[in-house]
């Protein structure tokens, strides 16, 4: 089975707090993706990587930035966070040939910036 | 440009009778299907996908769904409702085109009542 793990489930920060999320899959999948979901605006792409070192915006990437050094992990960064950032995160990972992309989640991080 | 539109944000049924979330979708490519299903405070997992290969895709727990080019549909069904299936269910789009990013439908609520 593929399994998608983030580092926490629930996290609290205080506003300005720089925040860091981990993704780690274990099927050595090229794509990796963060999103947000919020109720009422279903999924959002926040960054994607196709490689190791490689990132591209999604369609909200202000306030964030990823860091992909290896080819499991893939973080997203709040540089310096803020109440309207406060939402649940998914990180998901798949392969990128074979034109079938169906996408692997992890369980979620749910943050709250107080 | 793909896009895809659930036809229902809220669908409520009685345990032991049929299920159908309406999906449309817009593709200038041959698509990529999916169905995923968000239990609450969870990831989401893959129910099934549409590859162009057999119109009538099965997917895990009793559900299927139909692709219909000529509708430009790909409605899930399945044909008794369990306690277990409320959760939130998204229909999702490969876009071919932008490397395998998914576009996600709003997503409808199925309610199962006792």
Known sequence: DVKVTQSSRYLVKRTGEKVFLECVQDMDHENMFWYRQDPGLGLRLIYFSYDVKMKEKGDIPEGYSVSREKKERFSLILESASTNQTSMYLCASSFSYGGVYEQYFGPGTRLTVT | ?114
């Open chain 2, 1 to 114: 440009a793909q896009s895809v539109t659930q036809l229902d944000s809220h669908v409520s049924v009685s345990e032991g009778t049929p299920v159908l979330l309406r999906c449309n979708y817009s593709s200038s490519y041959s698509p990529s299907l999916f169905w995923y299903v968000q239990h609450p405070n969870k990831g989401l997992q893959l129910l099934l996908k549409y590859t162009s290969a057999a119109t009538l895709v099965k997917g895990i727990n009793g559900f299927e769904a139909e692709f219909k080019k000529s509708e430009t549909s790909f409605h899930l069904t399945k044909p008794s409702a369990h306690m277990s299936d409320a959760a939130e269910y998204f229909c999702v789009v490969s876009s071919f085109s932008q490397g395998g990013k998914l576009i996600f439908g709003q997503g409808t609520e199925l309610s199962v009542k006792p």
